[in-house]
């Protein structure tokens, strides 16, 4: 059992101080900071299941789970909730053209692609953990990095539609909503807007008489979640698993900028040596996610908001938020709730959502100071966008590639292939590295 020092008088922060991922406030105030980790996981979370047609309970068990195992492979020295990654939305919900699972085969060949793209993830860690990641860098360098991760959210975006057109006035009122929280609020009220936001729809949806309780009334309070194993004995499941690959690597960028926001948060650059181990931890709870119903899992930016806010980056309150999340996976009334939630509702959160997927790529851009007056960066991303945005799929055999994978395919080979054309003939199209800050860093205005 992990043990955590006291820090202070384990109640009050002094100015600037932050409390380590080895030490802990009063027992009090770590289950109140756990429960608040919950809350910041939540709204994200079950979004997942109930777009892809997972089982909410299950998909929270093995959150919760997965979180433990986070903590017990990077012992206990990065502190992090793993919930479910968005990045999976696409190639699961491409299996039934673009709409949640609706058959236990649906699910179970989904779930060997989760599982596959665990396998990878944890085979990744351990070369990371071994060699370091400037092999990454140059496979993914942020041009690359980006267009992948905004592709994957920018190819959503017909799912988004479909259910807001359903209940334009519901998905309307919540899209606003999410919107309003996020830029009324500071802190840790902005941070979980999309939380805030479903809320309101389901309110409205509500008192308007658009959510229907009955399937709430007849639920249990305590059962057991409801699971499903892998279709590895499946033909057709095999044949999906190749739309599950490019995930990966956004789970990895994920991990990494994950490492590497603790280290700078808390002034410990020795935090960034667990880098491997991070990756290997999520590699394995999404493998036994993927195994046995849950959704694949990812580390989540809502905790990084939690702790930022708080100053405290103790692995102590994790473990009481993953407990928390297991416990309340062993409730079918909790899950029959999320059911309820109406389609328009999840129309408008997830059209913000969606969205924001696709800026966390370009913000990748922003940050890397990305040249697009070279034509390799132009090529790059506008290829692999429009294959995204417009669904191009593939067929090789029995496989079926999905617009997730040719776009992933298309950016790597046109950013690879064309650097090495275009410097080999010196014609100065390749990427030329970050464009040079404009204007003056720091200091006095000359």
């Known amino acids: 059992m992990p043990i955590w020092t006291l820090h202070g008088n384990g109640r009050t922060l002094k100015p600037g101080e932050v409390v380590k991922p080895g030490e802990r406030l009063s027992w009090g105030g770590t289950i109140a900071i756990g429960a608040q980790h919950v809350v910041a996981m939540f709204g994200a979370t079950f979004l997942v299941p109930i777009l892809t047609g997972f089982p909410v309970s299950t998909t929270l068990l093995f959150s919760g789970l997965g979180t433990l195992l986070f903590l017990l492979i990077t012992r206990n ?145 305590v059962g057991l979640p409801q699971f499903h194993l892998a279709g590895f004995a499946d033909p057709g499941a095999w044949a999906v698993v190749p739309m599950f690959l490019p995930v990966v690597l956004v789970l990895i960028a994920e991990n990494v900028g994950h490492v590497r926001g603790v280290a700078t948060m808390t002034q410990d650059p020795s935090i960034n040596r667990h880098t491997g181990r991070a990756l290997l931890a999520d590699g394995v709870a999404t493998t036994l996610a993927g195994a046995f119903g849950g959704s694949g899992t990812t580390t989540y930016g809502e905790n990084i908001g939690v702790m930022a806010a708080t100053r405290v980056y103790s692995t102590a309150a994790y473990w009481v938020a993953g407990i928390v999340a297991i416990l309340l996976a062993f409730s079918p009334k909790v899950g029959a709730v999320f059911n309820t939630i109406p389609a328009g509702v999840l129309g408008g959160v997830t059209t913000a959502l969606y969205g924001l997927i696709g800026v966390i790529g370009i913000k990748i851009w922003v940050d890397n100071r990305v040249d697009f007056s070279r034509p390799v960066n132009q090529y790059t991303v506008a290829v692999s966008f429009v294959i995204a945005i417009a669904g191009f799929t593939m067929s090789l055999g029995n496989f079926q590639l999905g617009a997730i994978v040719i776009g992933t395919v298309a950016a790597l080979l046109i950013y690879h292939l064309g650097n090495l054309i275009a410097r080999a003939r010196k014609t100065g199209a390749d990427d030329g590295g970050p464009i040079p800050a404009v204007g003056q860093l720091g200091g006095d205005p000359q």
């Open 77 to 221: 020295k990065l502190p992090s909730y793993l919930g479910s990654s968005f990045a999976f939305i696409a190639p699961i919900t491409a299996i039934n053209a673009g709409k949640a699972l609706q058959t236990p085969m649906q699910i179970t060949q989904a779930l060997l692609g989760v599982a596959a793209a665990g396998v990878l993830l944890a085979v990744v860690g351990f070369v990371v953990q071994a060699v370091g990641t400037r092999w990454i860098e140059r496979l993914m360098p942020p041009v690359v990095a980006g267009s992948i991760v905004a592709l994957i959210g920018f190819n959503l975006a017909p799912a988004a539609w479909s259910n807001f057109r359903l209940q334009p006035e519901l998905g309307t009122v919540t899209l606003v909503a999410v919107i309003l929280f996020s830029v009324l609020f500071r802190g840790f009220l902005g941070r979980i807007s999309i939380f805030l936001g479903v809320i309101v729809g389901y309110i409205v949806a509500a008192v308007t008489g658009q959510v229907k309780f009955d399937a709430v009334a007849a639920a249990d309070w």
